[in-house]
């Protein structure tokens, strides 16, 4: 490769020709480079452009790719987050029979059981709640069932009943276990019913009755009309009982009015109690009665003097001094 006269870069070759009489001709070839080359750049050219379009093409295809392969990742992705805000009832379509389809198959295993534990720890816990409710007043259930530290309280103005069912030991020793249990379990169905209706608070299981409580978590103005007439009420759900199960049931109860104190007794089994003056009488009222019947005490009969009927009922010793004791006989 020369440059020839016009400064141009050439291939040239030469060579003797033989066979002439003058040895000094010679045959000279000359050609330009570009020319000569030509071929060469064409190839280079065209496998540069080749290459170039095969990697666009290849990452064109890799993201396509990349988008096909990661979309039941995405969902996988997108489900995960679902559970972990709760919702269990998830379920990712299978549209691949590879190892991503595997594991889809086995996140829908998990999911659904994560969704049958979800649903047997919700009744349990709706278990919980209403046995803890039958232990207690609502409210404090709540709390309870929450985890909250429940403090000893003192409530003014609260109403107290305790209740019994006279006859019922009596009718278990004459009835069978199931006819038994039908009659004291629909007693206490009822009474449950009534003591909402009029806005009664349950304290805690009694045998054979009912200890409750109005303006206790709730403060109502009306605590003591509630609670007789929540008492005349059951009184007259022992009735309708008699004349349908043909027994001879019959009520004795105990009310009174005033401050009382209340807190969970016992760790870590605790029961809900109610303790005072107030609850201590009525207690000792509806125990020490002769004969069946609703008794207040003497703040019971003040306050619905003008609109509930009384009669006197005797006295009866507290903490060394006598407290009257009336007898609830109807509405005015």
Known sequence: IIKDYLGSETVQAYAPIEGTWDPRWAIIAKITTAESFAPEAVFTRTVVLATTAIIFVVCLLAAVLARVFLRPIRRLEAGVARISAGDFNVAIPVETRDEIGDLTEGFNEMSRNLAVKADLLAERRREISRLLKSLMPHAVAEKVGRGDVITPREHVNVSVIFLDVVGLDRIQAELDSESFLAIASELSRQFDAAGEEYGMERVRPVRNGYMGSCGLTVPRLDNIQRTVEFALECERIVERTNSEAGTDLQ?????????????????????????????????????????????????????????????PAGRIDVAGREEPVWRVTGRR
Not at 262 to 267: A, E, N, V
Not at 276 to 284: D, K, M
Not at 289 to 306: F, N, S
């Open 251 to 311: 009520l004795r109860a105990g009310i009174d009015n005033g401050t009382i104190n209340s807190g969970l007794i016992g760790q870590p089994s605790f029961i809900y109690d109610l303790w005072g003056t107030a609850v201590n009488l009525a207690s000792q009222i509806k125990d020490g009665a002769t004969r069946p019947g609703i008794y207040a005490t003497v703040r019971i009969r003040d306050v619905l003097a003008e609109t509930t009927e009384f009669e």
